[in-house]
């Protein structure tokens, strides 16, 4: 038991420091991030608290090293738990007062490694959505002029330089130098997409645990950077067991239970969709083949007779389930998969 806990708002210029012992607040004060150092390197071994956002996992990691335990809070709680106005002052006592709830569950940090990945992820999300979004302006601006373009990379960039090239088509010579500088746009980004998943792969070869999940069924090199960076590399403390990590992901359905009544529901709409989906999509891919073929393993056979029971998508969820367990299972054990 700490006696002293400080909770910590984080801002740009001004963080917010609230300062707890004995059950009363002994001070609630801004500092500037160059004070907030010196502050932590002062302080005697504390309890530090910071609300999950921009930043804070950086400044959980600096704690660690100068002696501190650190942790991070949902900013959902946070909000539930603010009394009045919001404030800096009001964030940081209600960031404490969240802090000291009964089992509460606090957020995983990550370590420089994962927040690496992390990064890579999601500039190459980004570079697909703009990848996207001028491939659809491109091809509906096309056939404005009744240029037919086809489905993929390759169509639209034929395309283009068809209608370039074709000096009868009635393209003005702006337009056409509007055409070719999106065309080198679309290029680059089609080639920065191309040295992110490259980054990716690097990544995951270097990386012996992501290296080990690509071994189960259905785990893909994004599934594996995603479950690596979601699972803690440096303590497992904040998931007791595989099921917790799949309830956070989203793979498990939703209860709901009053007056004694059960109910079982569908696994939600919020959670990590984005991680979840990859899961579900894996999944779905190991379906899809043995559809094809006869199963050969004991989990094989599981997932066949739940095909036939509850549909193809049930079954999709049920492995992403099983999938994300065994990886949990996996890193925190050290041990390698074995198909049984």
Known sequence: MHNTVIGVDLATKAIQVCVYINKKVRSNIELTPQQFTEFLVQQSPSLIVFESCSGSNYWVQFCRSVGHEAKLISTRLVMAVRQNQ??????ALAI???SLLPDIHFV??????QQQAQSILRLREQCIKQKTALKNQLGGLLREFNITVGRGECKLICAIESALEDAE????????SMLHQSLILYQQICLALESYNHALEEWVNNTPDCKKLMKIEGIGFLNAINLYIKIAEQDYSEFKQGRDVAACIGVTPVQHSSGGKVKIGSIGKRKNTGIRSLLITGAMAVIQQLEKREPRTQKENWLKALMVRRGKKCAAVALANKNVRTAFSM???GTEYRSI
């Open 108 to 113: 995983s940090s990550k370590t420089t490694h």
């Open 169 to 176: 088509n009635g393209l003005h010579v702006t337009f056409r």
């Open 86 to 91: 919001k404030t800096d002052k009001n964030d």
């Open 96 to 98: 404490v007062q969240a």
């Open 331 to 333: 890193l925190k054990n």
